[in-house]
Nanobody
Framework: QLQLVESGGGLVQPGGSLRLSCATSGFTLDYYGIGWFRQAPGKEREGVSCINNSGGTTKHADSVRGRFTISRDNAKNTVFLQMNSLKPEDTAVYYC?????????????????WGQGTQVTVSS
């Protein structure tokens, strides 16, 4: 059964860092693009970062560009989101998702499989 499990969320002060992990199982990660999304209370789910199947192409939302980095280790079936210089507006539940599209984007509708999410709270 195809699964994605996020971890690494928590409470961090503004300016701090967190590293989220997305552990996958039940499918060959090499053939899937992966995206990170977030959803804050009362807001729509938005795309944060995505990476293609080989890891050679990444995209980031304007709001996180220069602060967040997405990477993947296909041998370990894991995708990472390194988040630096965190701001209170980054507070949200973060989800990873998988798509069979070879050039994934940041639209939730492009993704076929989703994890359950991990909470990230940025507050002093």
């Amino acid at each position: 059964q195809l699964q994605l499990v996020e971890s690494g969320g928590g409470l961090v002060q503004p300016g701090g860092s967190l590293r989220l992990s997305c552990a996958t199982s039940g499918f060959t990660l090499d053939y899937y693009g992966i995206g990170w999304f977030r959803q804050a209370p009362g807001k729509e789910r938005e795309g944060v970062s995505c990476i293609n199947n080989s890891g050679g192409t990444t995209k980031h939302a304007d709001s996180v560009r220069g602060r967040f980095t997405i990477s993947r280790d296909n041998a370990k079936n894991t995708v990472f989101l390194q988040m630096n210089s965190l701001k209170p507006e980054d507070t949200a539940v973060y989800y990873c998702a998988a798509t069979r599209d070879l050039l994934p984007g940041l639209l939730p509708g492009q993704y076929h499989y989703w994890g359950q999410g991990t909470q990230v709270t940025v507050s002093s």
